[in-house]
């Protein structure tokens, strides 16, 4: 009964997310600052290895590698561990230190940590990061890292070994706790060209970009490189530069058409469509097939004061019920909403309508791509 009731539920989703479609709305203009971003504004993932000291004893133990990374943190400072003596790590866990550098970030900056775990340390709580290097792709150093870790999660544990987790103790972050050391050069003053990347490829939108900058600015003489790109004539100076850019962001433009898809998710069931998509003339007849299995052992008692024994003879019993559909027709262009209104005559779920769909895709009727994630 519950799987019954959550497929109609997923049933009327979908029907309710196609329904939103039958009457497409007219495009709307949108910001070309939503369209897409500059070349060179992007931000850079920094990481590092370090180490977290002051947990209340639920931290490594003595893993090999963080054993090593305290060893290292103690030689920082000029304490030399005798040889064959590692300390017990209980209190400590080796983690990996990630950050997001934004465009244009300068020394002296702070940024967010995200500090995980990378051993067996059970929680990270009241922990306290020592300082430790971050690096970019390039291996240079661009931030140092270091402060109190806020951690989301709780772990507890019982004598008889029972656990109980609530979100995720090994992984926690520092507000502000990374300092940026070094600029990352991204060349922004150094080419003669602007150059404005689309989110999405797209011809047409590329081209009305464009044409709606050199409608704004007819010196920057933009054009279309390919479908994602369009190169603009930049000024020398920076600071003309960052004005065009801020005016060139907020310029209305109308994109194209999304291209008509059918995207169909096979561990949901949730099934989505577009307006712009197609049917050819085709014909669709659609049925189910139910096998149930009926289990009724007997019991069979032996008679009185014999030496037989009570025995279980089994029974069963087999139902085939098949369930038809009466076919019908896909006229020749068929829009979203008699496509969808002919497929919900036949009542059927969102796993039979990704079929549906995939067969009319394969006949060569569906005139959309079809996408399973």
Sequence with gaps: MARLFSNRIISLITIFMAALLLFPSPAMAERIKDLGTFQGLRANQLTGYGVVVGLPGTGDDSLEYATLGVKGMANRFGLTLPPGINPSLKNAAAVMVTVELPPFAKPGQRLDVTVSAIGKAKSLRGGTLIMMPLYGADGQVYAMAQGNLAVGGLGVGAADGSRTTVNIPSVGRIAGGATVERAVDTGFNQSPYLTFNLSEFDLTTALRVAEAINQKFP???????????????????GNERMMMMGLIENIEVTPADAPARVIINARTGTVVINGAVRISPAAISHGKLTVKVDENPTVIQPEPFSRGQTAVEPSSEITIEEKTAPMFELAP???????VAAINAIGVTPGDLAAILDALKQAGALKAELIII
């Design 219 to 237: 010196e920057a003489r933009a054009e279309a490189s390919d479908g994602v790109s369009i190169r603009i004539s930049a000024p020398a100076s």
């Design 333 to 339: 262009g068929a829009s979203l909403s008699e496509m």
